[in-house]
């Protein structure tokens, strides 16, 4: 009968084989796990080759291969992305008041929060990593500066009221000119440019009130003279119209006599009976009846 130490020498190669098995079985899952390229929607892949560098051709969504360990493999999002310059300290890509200091062509200090919205080209995404490196540096090194850079050479450009007048969408346009060619050089695609606000000093932005207040009680003056001049014409056409009326009854009259006669008659107390007598007779009142 086999004792202890014989049993345990006889499991001591077994478990040796089983735990090199083991671990060859986990090298070979993370050597294939490494030759895969798992690329989402609306995602691209761009593969670093140890020996070649930057691979040009991307990869496109869904599974690809690569050699394990000597090729790495760089996701990159080809969505549309947002970059938000903020003054509320909780709004933003950066927290606290990341709002864009800028001076209008009329000297006056203002203070612009902005979103950015672009994606990269998805068959350059090559020449990006090449270009910036990290996947997310094409942020810092180019959308925020670029960004700011135009806000403010747009901003230049207009008087302080225009930026909130009907020349807004023209500053608006300006911006997205100027990043449109700032980004395409990076390979990277401008969507639209969000003005979400202008900050004003406190001295002009007390200005800008009492200068609207000031227009408000222009058009309310110029509203009331409106309204008279409307209510002048209305009187002349009435007057006119009742001296026309004046004039075309006097000419009726000129015209029929017999109508005054008439119109006598209509005048007179409803008691009064008359009646049509031949021209030879004379009629008799009866006078304390009238």
Do not use: C
């Not at 003054?87 to 006056?108: H, L, N, V, W, Y």
């Not at 910036?132 to 959308?143: C, F, P, R, S």
């Not at 007390?206 to 409307?230: G, P, S």
């Amino acid at each position: 009968m086999a004792t202890v130490v014989e049993l345990k020498q006889q499991f001591t190669p077994l478990r040796l084989k089983l735990g090199i098995l083991v671990a060859i079985i986990i090298v070979v899952v993370f050597i294939i796990m490494d030759g895969l390229v798992f690329v989402q929607a609306g995602h691209v892949g761009v593969i670093f080759d140890q020996g070649r560098g930057v691979l040009e051709n991307e990869v496109d969504e869904g599974v690809h291969l690569k050699v394990p360990f000597w090729q790495q493999a760089t996701v990159m999002d080809a969505r549309t992305q947002e970059y938000t310059m903020s003054i509320a300290t909780e709004e933003g890509a950066i927290k606290g008041d990341d709002s864009i200091e800028s001076r209008t062509k009329d000297g006056q200090v203002v203070w612009v929060d902005a979103t950015v919205l672009f994606h990269i080209d998805k068959t350059e995404a090559d020449n990006i990593k090449r270009e910036l490196g990290a996947e997310d540096e094409y942020m810092t090194k180019i959308v925020r500066p670029r960004a700011r850079e135009a806000v403010r050479t747009a901003v230049a450009k207009y008087n302080a009221l225009d930026l909130v007048s009907e020349t807004r969408s023209d500053v608006v346009k300006e911006m997205e000119n100027l990043l449109t060619e700032a980004y395409g050089r990076h390979n990277i695609i401008l969507e639209e440019v969000v003005l979400r606000n202008i900050t004003y000093s406190a001295d002009f932005a007390n200005a800008i009130e009492e200068k609207e207040v000031a227009r408000q009680r222009i058009k309310t003056a110029e509203y009331q003279k409106d309204q008279a001049v409307e209510l002048k014409e209305k009187i002349i056409i009435e007057a006119q119209a009742a001296a026309e009326g004046i004039r075309l009854k006097g000419e009726a009259l000129r015209n029929n006599p017999e109508v005054i006669q008439l119109e006598f008659v209509n005048k007179l107390a409803p008691n009064v009976s008359w009646g049509i007598l031949p021209n030879s007779v004379t009629p008799l009142l009866n006078v304390p009846q009238l």
